[in-house]
């Protein structure tokens, strides 16, 4: 059994975590960490998990976290950094939902989370958990930083074109937009039940830090700089991002049969056949990412359209993809679940 | 493997079934009839099951329902009492998600629903798919009547107070709060989102024909005649049943331990700590009732807080739990869903 | 013109005032006042009130609240308290919309309040503002103690009922529904709406604030002591209330009649036809309260639906005809909205 | 008194107009037609109209259209080409709300609305109804094509850069988002509550009947033909459309002041500040577009939002400004509502 750990169990990416370990064959549960909320019982503030969860949040002192094979950090940015590099020296291996780990550029990502990074060097070292992209490295990695939810949509979704050289990276668009649980579980005005419903709007237009994460990875796909423009959305939905996507194409090529052949085996990409839309709620609570792409008019744009549920195939469900892919486990153990519809 | 059929899969307690069955380990599909969508692939109405469902609509005459070891009816009221006979002959099993054999009183059931029944005698022979009442006789039947969705919520709520006594049970009050869900998969305007969302109101408050199963139930429980009012409500939630229950204490008890004792050992009723409300959230997608009872202000009106998944523990969970039982299965295989929170 | 202040006008109740006093042609905005927000334009705190309330939150000091005719206290509890007297000695009228002098025994007031009450006799003196059982006594009122939104539905549901003594006062019941502004604009966890959408629940069983004010309503209809059970729900509506009462008809009366001649006259209560039920989106955003009766299946209970939108007619609308009521102007003046429907 | 009637009642667009015209100082409602609901009052089927509207359905043969003074078309596309010459010829002016005068290419009319047209004349006399373009014509006019719902926002959203020249009118994008009344007021599936709640999809990617309408006006803005892609999405919202619409920029000018200066003394369009973000609620119920423009990160593309309530500025109250101007009254008579938020 491989002994888990997580810390910072209080927010909507650590109940996802224990929803899909409580079912895992081959975890045990060691400790969830909360200093605030510590004693209490997980079940208690998330009464899914009544009969199922046993622990209680504990102190990080208490929760012997070196002595897990693995630790997931469900915290907010800058706290893994802090505590990362004692449990890889005691042989731990750590997966960070936050944003710690995800970008190269030291500069940038100092410039974009506003604080000093505590370890460029492990930033070297970790892994940036995209299966798709980075299989075979995440299954010898020991430090991942698993991307974020809009990342994950919108390079899943822009990758078969740009890999192939069949756009104009130049000028690519994702109009992204997302349900309110990305926002996390945070006391906080914008996000009130009675501001956020029945109501859609734009943010962070300007500027958002998911920006030079999917920046980065595109220009990896295309081996050279690209032009990006991010624009992040507010919908009231719990869960699911939906990214539609927009390029200019440069060749002519049966973008069905790119695609399609790109996520050939894939477990978890799903490719919908020509002229389907995909929806959120299709994968609401699955470890999916469901794409269909167009090119509407015979016009020369493309448009991709790309959906996944924020909280799994954009946080914690890829968490534990990549924590299969690391221990040599069947990719989808306890991944298995079946969109939520209705 | 047992062998399943479904008749009438395309609506939402259909779609459920398979999601559940798709998962479940020693279940074939092995049909699943619409004459309307017959040859249409059922991943193709439902996306989230694509990759997990590989069947597609058949017509009746197509289906060969009478090999299939057991058969569950996910159609209108009235279907199954055409066709539950021929296959009971054949030696199969049939589970009925619909009413057609809930009410034993015959003219009861007629006045309610406005049409004949075709087979008194196997309304009488039919067993009333509540385990927690009737486990032994669900073990033995060859023909089920899975219980509405309102009835599993309010009986589970009432059982332990009727049973006991310990309520004036001349003046017991449901009122029910029930997602849109339950209205089915229909084309109608009432419930469309323009119309149900943001939008709370009772319906059918002169009688609905979940009163007359309620009532049935109450008085087997009690042993004699009750007076029963049950207002249900219709609330802009996809999926679930909230019912609070209200009765005149005749005795003084302490009520949590008579909650706790009666469904202890049960694997899907969870009676919450004293002063708990219990969320319709935390069953969503789950086989589980979730319950709490409350004497507020120290008054002699009892209080009762009863939650479920109308699609899951209020329809097609119970119909897997139920048949479960009837093949000797582990009663929850297939049923160990955690509730998806957010 | 009538020269209008309001105190506290960053929360729901305070932008739902300046929406609806934006359009009073009697009225002029002199003054809104927050501490935190001081220097602000309203307009900016909320986009729907652009080019049309020109006014800046400023700080109490700067406000000059002594100079209007009228203020409004917006304001959490024990705020008003502290500065009406000042205010009424100066000659202002004050119509508060919290729960400072809605209850006349202190001592009650005192244990669901948590606070020592500032000033009983401004109590004593505070006339109680529901139009339809005091419309006399607030004409001549100096200080308005501006209904809850529970107790407006749940009392305007009662009355005919209680006056008329057709009901056992020993049992009533209110099981009322409730949308999430009703919560405040206060940064919480519980209603957020990753919490709040797509989940129902019942709370404060063991004990609501409105329940005092509601009981000693009941009383004062009664003429002597009830007993009265109050289980409030929260449900995903942005506004609206749904309340449904529940009594023993203890006389053999036509109800509907009862009903429509209590209210004959009363320009914001419409009685629906036998048979009907109203719905939360019929009164969105208008000062309406509707109103259905029911005795179900020829049964003794009595069932009354009542629906107001909570920050109208359970707030600042019945603050606004409350003072449309003091300053002797058409009742409906500013308050002719019809309801938002869809 | 303008003596009005409306042609087809029972939609959302229906109700919206009685809505608003409920509460117009100079209107007189004479009729509202539906074959089917014919002696149906009309505040039975919309029962926020109780009290405000006392009309009944009446079959058209009743409702003696020619006597009115203005007739409005609320009806299913291919109705009002049917009937527009006979009132024109009894000297009843037309305004059309469903899209029968809006495309003056006939051909393409009959591509995308698949029916013959019935009166290519009065097309081409049919004067596009939307005020910032057009407010000269429109007070000429006898017959208006009022805009669509998406045309609405995203023509606004483009004018001042298409006009100016200012980008690549050769690489257009709206990605546009609508609540679900978009739909319109019919028994369907796929807008159930069940289906579009907690769920965003797009639709239509291959080809949407407003992308046509649309591109007509962009190259009438621009003196050219233009390359324009449309993507509409559905979004859980009762009301409101966000269009996000992406251009590059061909020139270096001061965007917020070129929009600013373009809406000027335009009383239904607001130009937000530099940085902001527009939210759908803060137009909900009002006849307002509100337009926000950015260059996110110095690249060359700019990002324009665009808000409006589909039923009011992209349908009913732009209907009602039209109206106003037809006939020379105050243009925000009965438009002055402020968006309702929450």
Same mark, same amino acid.
């Given at each position: 059994?491989?002994?888990?750990?997580?810390?910072?169990?209080?927010?909507?990416?650590?109940?996802?975590?224990?929803?899909?370990?409580?079912?895992?064959?081959?975890?045990?549960?060691?400790?969830?960490?909360?200093?605030?909320?510590?004693?209490?019982?997980?079940?208690?503030?998330?009464?899914?998990?009544?009969?199922?969860?046993?622990?209680?949040?504990?102190?990080?002192?208490?929760?012997?976290?070196?002595?897990?094979?693995?630790?997931?950090?469900?915290?907010?940015?800058?706290?893994?950094?802090?505590?990362?590099?004692?449990?890889?020296?005691?042989?731990?291996?750590?997966?960070?939902?936050?944003?710690?780990?995800?970008?190269?550029?030291?500069?940038?990502?100092?410039?974009?989370?506003?604080?000093?990074?505590?370890?460029?060097?492990?930033?070297?070292?970790?892994?940036?958990?995209?299966?798709?992209?980075?299989?075979?490295?995440?299954?010898?990695?020991?430090?991942? +930083? #698993?991307?974020?939810?809009?990342?994950?949509?919108?390079?899943? @979704?822009?990758?078969?074109? =740009?890999?192939?050289? $069949?756009? /104009?990276?130049?000028?690519?668009?994702?109009?992204?937009?997302?349900?309110?649980?990305?926002?996390?579980?945070?006391?906080?005005?914008?996000?009130?039940?009675?501001?956020?419903?029945?109501?859609?709007?734009?943010?962070?237009?300007?500027?958002?830090?998911?920006?030079?994460?999917?920046?980065?990875?595109?220009?990896?796909?295309?081996?050279?700089?690209?032009?990006?423009?991010?624009?992040?959305?507010?919908?009231?939905?719990?869960?699911?991002?939906?990214?539609?996507?927009?390029?200019?194409?440069?060749?002519?090529?049966?973008?069905?049969?790119?695609?399609?052949?790109?996520?050939?085996?894939?477990?978890?990409?799903?490719?919908?056949?020509?002229?389907?839309?995909?929806?959120?709620?299709?994968?609401?609570? +699955? #470890?999916?990412?469901?794409?269909?792409?167009?090119?509407?008019? @015979?016009?020369?744009?493309? =448009?991709?359209?790309? $959906?996944? /549920?924020?909280?799994?195939?954009?946080?914690?469900?890829?968490?534990?993809?990549?924590?299969?892919?690391?221990?040599?486990?069947?990719?989808?153990?306890?991944?298995?679940?079946?969109?939520?519809?209705?």
């Amino acid at each position: 059994m491989i002994k888990v750990g997580i810390v910072g169990g209080t927010g909507y990416t650590g109940v996802e975590l224990l929803r899909l370990l409580a079912r895992h064959p081959e975890v045990e549960l060691r400790a969830i960490t909360s200093r605030k909320e510590a004693g209490m019982p997980v079940a208690e503030m998330f009464p899914n998990l009544r009969g199922r969860v046993k622990l209680a949040f504990s102190t990080p002192e208490d929760a012997d976290l070196e002595r897990c094979d693995v630790v997931f950090f469900a915290t907010p940015n800058g706290v893994a950094m802090q505590q990362t590099r004692a449990l890889l020296d005691a042989g731990v291996k750590v997966i960070d939902l936050a944003a710690d780990f995800r970008i190269k550029d030291i500069a940038v990502w100092q410039q974009w989370y506003k604080m000093e990074h505590a370890c460029p060097d492990l930033v070297a070292e970790a892994v940036y958990g995209l299966p798709e992209i980075n299989r075979d490295r995440i299954r010898r990695a020991r430090l991942i +930083a #698993n991307p974020g939810c809009y990342p994950t949509a919108v390079q899943l @979704g822009f990758l078969p074109l =740009v890999e192939a050289g $069949v756009v /104009d990276t130049g000028f690519l668009i994702a109009d992204a937009k997302s349900g309110v649980s990305g926002a996390g579980r945070k006391a906080e005005v914008a996000t009130l039940f009675a501001e956020a419903a029945d109501n859609f709007k734009a943010y962070a237009v300007a500027g958002h830090r998911h920006w030079p994460e999917i920046k980065q990875g595109l220009e990896i796909f295309a081996g050279k700089a690209v032009g990006f423009t991010f624009v992040p959305h507010l919908t009231p939905l719990i869960r699911g991002i939906h990214a539609t996507l927009y390029a200019k194409a440069s060749a002519d090529l049966d973008l069905q049969a790119l695609f399609e052949t790109r996520y050939a085996g894939e477990p978890f990409v799903d490719v919908l056949p020509a002229g389907a839309h995909p929806e959120t709620r299709s994968v609401r609570g +699955a #470890n999916v990412c469901r794409i269909a792409v167009h090119r509407p008019q @015979g016009s020369d744009t493309v =448009v991709v359209l790309s $959906v996944i /549920d924020n909280l799994v195939k954009g946080a914690a469900g890829q968490a534990v993809q990549n924590m299969n892919i690391m221990f040599e486990l069947a990719e989808d153990t306890a991944l298995a679940d079946v969109g939520m519809l209705p």
